[in-house]
């Protein structure tokens, strides 16, 4: 109430410049500002018993649209939105587009506003109708971001990547990594209803629009497991690394099972061997000392875990070497380390594996989109930052 009261204060004063500015420039002979000056304490009385409501109205019909007022009416309209009284912007905006001597420039303005208000207010195709209109006009730049915003809201991708296309022609913005990313949602749709043939070419239309796309890979790779093809899968996955290594612990899991349908146990190892060299990262470790395990037994296993954690510790490495040393230890040993698992998988549960790079949003699951600063490509495995 404080906020609303603040908003209409400068109502108020804007009101009190013009009803100065109207009886400095009054007509000689006229009475008008008289009604003016009346309608003007009667809002101000309205507002000071907090009747916010009877106070716009006046301050509405108090300001008439013209090249003096029209801006203290956009300027309102944008507090009441920005405080979540959207009904009362929306009132505002509208009354200003009814006005038939208002400036083009302004009618503009007001519209984009008003769609504005509708998108906060949830209205999406009111919203969308409006800023289709605005596409040839001055306000057309900020009118397709819009557009862009109730799509991806909508998951409607198919329209949102020529909106986006049309962004990066009039701005010079690079949209590639972002319409390959619509592209993998597209995939994700199809791949869900086994459309397997569209979802390969909704990917390689990611791919096109950019190469570096990680999750164009993995789900190229997804859809190789799908249709009985793990050499092409293991293709995908494996690309990967050159594209960004930060997400190469998303590919570890797939990679080991693709060896595994192709009966490659032993080129598994020397790939993991290969890659744990260059990027010391748990999911590698893990599964390499599972192998290791297979072959060579628990102790071998267990030296090859702490050995590792002693080169690179953090909580997940620990955690990993208490986890395959405890099947060596007896008797007391194992009691403890029981107690020392216990409490590490404690630690672990509330520890995110997933953070955005951007506003420092984390989880548990890998978002594409960032639900925190709404940005696509910004949250990052947090195996790549410790190890």
Partial sequence: MVALGIILFCAVIACAWYVGYRMQHKVPGTDGHTDFSRDYFAGLNFLLNEETDKAVGVFIKMLEVDSDTVETHLAVGKLFRKRGEVDRAIRIHQNLIARPQL????????????????????????????????????????ALWALLDIYQQEKAWGQAIPIARKIESATRKNMQSVIAQYWCELAESQLQKQQYEQANQAVQEALDADKQCVRASLLQARIAMQEGSPKVALRSLKRIKNQNPDYLSEAIEPIAECYERLDEGKRLVGYLKQVLEEYPHVPVVLILAERIRRWKGDKIAANFVADYVRRYPSLRGLDLFVNIYISNAEGRAKQDLLILQNLMKKLLADKPDYQCVSCGFSGKILHWFCPGCKQWNVIKPLYCLEG
């Fill in 103 to 142: 400036d083009k420039t302004y009618r503009e303005q007001a519209l984009f506003a008003l769609g504005q208000d509708y998108l906060s207010a949830g209205m999406l195709d009111r919203a969308e109708r409006i800023f289709l209109d605005l596409m040839n006009t001055k306000q057309h730049i900020a």
